[in-house]
């Protein structure tokens, strides 16, 4: 453990001590094979089903995860597949390709116990629902690709999945860390979580615009004059918020219109009323087969 976390500014030195362990000590998380290989295939607009169904097929876990989810609580009542090809006919390419990408991501959300394990599970319910609401909103404005857009939607906020896996390692050691109070927990993911994520999704070979986009998902004004994808990004988050479609209390009075980030989008009113009533079936959709 290093010696200035029991300084008596405590979340300046825990700051540190998590930034030196990411950059030096633990290093950064790996993606299963697989999973980079569903994240490059769906992210080119040339490959076909039977490629993505190759590749699903070198992981035969991966290939029950998502005959499992297919099979899951919002298709009940309908026969039961047992198939990747009848997994493809009953969702189509693209639901299936959500599917798969989110099966290979929803790794980086696990291996935690006890109350940090419950922020992993609030995190992993908002990236689904960013995922969704990201998809969306570039179908609405058309300024991006829907497809980079969910999967920069369900990773935005995956450095702070990685920093809680870390801090439940120190937790094991320290008590200190182990319970540490909710609100430094949050100031410490504020802080770090844009540029770990980024820097995960770089060494993860994930599209350039998409790390460049995670890592100003907070201050989209500093990506560049551009760069929608890390605007969009931004507009996701506040949807979610305003629908709770993170299982979060519904913020109703998150004024979308007015903000900079729909302003920037060119939404009108009456585009964003559409996307807020398209969203909230989507994300239950969504969420009843990867929740
Ligand atoms: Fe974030």
Redesign the pocket.
């Known amino acids: 453990m290093e010696k200035g976390i029991k300084a008596k500014n405590g979340k300046a030195s825990l700051l540190d001590v998590v930034r030196h362990l990411i950059r030096k000590g633990v290093g950064l998380p790996t993606l299963p094979a697989t999973a980079q290989k569903v994240v490059a295939a769906t992210q080119d607009p040339d490959c076909t089903p039977a490629q993505l169904e190759a590749i699903v097929r070198q992981d035969p876990a991966l290939a029950a995860r998502i005959i499992k989810m297919v099979n899951s609580s919002f298709f009940a009542g309908m026969k039961e597949i047992h198939t990747l090809p009848e997994a493809f006919m009953r969702l189509g390419f693209a639901r299936v390709k959500d599917l798969a990408l989110a099966v290979g991501i929803k790794n980086a959300y696990k291996g935690v116990q006890g109350h940090l394990r419950k922020e992993l599970e609030y995190l992993w319910k908002n990236a689904v629902a960013s995922g969704t609401a990201c998809r969306e909103i570039a179908q609405a404005c058309g300024h991006a690709n829907p497809e980079e857009s969910f999967l920069a939607g369900l990773v ?2 995956i450095g ?1 999945a990685f920093i809680i896996q870390v801090l439940h390692g120190l937790g094991k050691k320290d008590p200190t860390i182990a319970s540490l109070p909710e609100n430094t927990l949050k100031e410490l993911l504020a802080a770090l ?2 540029t770990v994520g980024a820097e995960m999704l770089e060494s993860w070979h994930f599209p350039a615009t998409i790390c460049h986009a995670v890592r100003h ?2 201050a989209p004004e500093n990506a560049g004059q551009e760069d929608h994808l890390a605007w969009l990004l931004f507009a996701g ?1 506040l949807i979610v918020r305003k629908l709770g479609l993170d299982g979060a209390p519904p913020q109703e009075d998150i004024s979308l219109a007015t903000h900079p980030s729909f302003q920037t989008l060119k939404l009108t009113d009456l585009e964003i009323g559409k996307l807020l009533v398209d969203l909230e079936e989507k994300a239950r959709e969504i969420d009843a087969a990867l929740g």
């Open positions: 935005h906020d702070s979580h844009p998902h907070h988050d």
